[in-house]
């Protein structure tokens, strides 16, 4: 298997690198998050019209560049090893996905306005009761006319603070599957209830009372198959944040322990200290080769993209807390002040376990995917 990138991939990862390290500073933007507005808006068009990353894995005839899943890799292990909290993987990776394979005239404008910079997409699917399961919907929708009409109330819909619109999971009476509609943000009947998360990005739980939705995306009740690949494509997505996060973290910690002195001695000379940091190396490379392996196989049949995701899944949570946790550790107190990076990475990568499924729940969803029939 052929995992060298193309010259054109090198260049885009490169780009990002660069950009971020000119423009992106973590001191300003943990003051966005803390309190401002929770993002950098400035960032973001910037994202959109100097660097081109929000059109990078969109399609052509909404203005991108036709990439994939590899480009989509690369760019968020990159945003990852900077700790941008602008919503890439929430619009263009999750919700991007959705619009692209709903199709239509509605979904077509969306990825337009996602790829110019002027639309903010979240997805809505979680429930109170619902676990990790997009499909576990209670949240209903009944004809008026020409529109729809929703009624119910999500839970956890990271970015919606920062959204112009909305993608809702809701049932139909007519259908028995799960449909999707678009909902913009400011609309009459819609609350959010926002919250700073704690890794200092920004969600909110939504109630939805005779919300007039603007369009219903693809057929009713069949969002089913996209919404399980949409979230399979998040979690390669996150999976490539968080090698980025990790291989920062590993990089600092062990340039602290070549600097930090004890009796004398930097402490990366004790052979103990050593150890505890080639294991941290081997989670990594355990991480990397797993985010690899869900990437390559999110084109593939649907029971074996869903083993990869699991297996990916469980392995970043595995290395995330294992690194997170060792870097803090070799670090000593200051390794959670606010003035050290380390400590806002491993909120982040404490944070990522348990995006989209748990390692628990991914290695009991694994074991359930490869069971005998």
């Known amino acids: 298997m052929d995992f060298e990138f193309t010259a054109e991939q090198q260049l885009l990862r490169d780009t990002v690198t660069e950009f971020l390290a000119a423009r992106y500073d973590l001191e300003k933007s943990r003051a966005a998050a803390r309190t401002g507005p929770g993002w950098q808006p400035e960032i973001w068009r910037a994202f959109a019209e100097e660097v081109g990353i929000l059109g990078a894995s969109l399609p052509e005839s909404a203005g991108g560049f036709g990439g994939g899943a590899v480009e989509t890799m690369l760019i968020a292990e990159t945003l990852g090893g900077a700790l941008v909290i602008e919503p890439y993987v929430d619009t263009v990776v999750l919700s991007g996905g959705l619009l692209r394979r709903a199709g239509g005239e509605r979904a077509g404008e969306l990825l337009r306005g996602i790829v110019s910079g002027d639309v903010i997409t979240a997805l809505a699917?979680?429930?109170?009761?619902?676990?990790?399961?997009?499909?576990?919907?209670?949240?209903?929708?009944?004809?008026?006319?020409?529109?729809?009409?929703?009624?119910?109330?999500?839970?956890?819909?990271?970015?919606?603070?920062?959204?112009?619109?909305?993608?809702?999971?809701?049932?139909?009476?007519?259908?028995?599957?799960?449909?999707?509609?678009?909902?913009?943000?400011?609309?009459?009947?819609?609350?959010?209830?926002?919250?700073?998360?704690?890794?200092?990005?920004?969600?909110?739980?939504?109630?939805?009372?005779?919300?007039?939705?603007?369009?219903?995306?693809?057929?009713?009740?069949?969002?089913?198959?996209?919404?399980?690949?949409?979230?399979?494509?998040?979690?390669?997505?996150?999976?490539?944040?968080?090698?980025?996060?990790?291989?920062?973290?590993?990089?600092?910690?062990?340039?602290?322990?070549?600097?930090?002195?004890?009796?004398?001695?930097?402490i990366a000379s004790f052979q103990v200290l050593q150890h505890r940091m080639v294991d941290m190396h081997l989670e990594l490379e355990q991480a990397v080769a797993a985010t690899y392996l869900i990437t390559l196989k999110l084109d593939a049949d649907p029971a074996e993209r869903a083993r990869a995701a699991a297996a990916a899944k469980a392995t970043i949570g595995r290395a995330a807390r294992f690194i997170g946790q060792h870097a803090v550790q070799l670090h000593g107190a200051m390794g959670m002040t606010e003035e050290l990076a380390i400590g806002h990475f491993f909120k982040r990568l404490t944070a990522i376990q348990h995006e989209w499924g748990s390692p628990d729940h991914h290695t009991a969803r694994y074991a359930a995917l490869t069971r005998p029939n």
């Open 125 to 266: 699917a979680l429930e109170a009761d619902s676990g990790y399961d997009v499909r576990k919907v209670s949240t209903t929708a009944r004809r008026d006319g020409d529109s729809w009409i929703l009624d119910g109330a999500k839970t956890m819909v990271t970015s919606a603070p920062l959204a112009t619109h909305l993608l809702v999971t809701a049932r139909t009476p007519d259908a028995d599957g799960v449909s999707l509609f678009v909902v913009s943000a400011d609309a009459p009947g819609l609350t959010q209830h926002p919250y700073r998360t704690i890794d200092e990005r920004r969600a909110a739980d939504v109630t939805l009372e005779g919300v007039r939705a603007d369009a219903l995306l693809g057929t009713e009740g069949g969002a089913g198959d996209s919404l399980d690949t949409a979230v399979d494509e998040a979690i390669s997505a996150i999976s490539a944040e968080a090698v980025g996060g990790m291989r920062k973290v590993l990089a600092d910690t062990v340039s602290y322990a070549k600097q930090r002195q004890q009796f004398g001695v930097p």
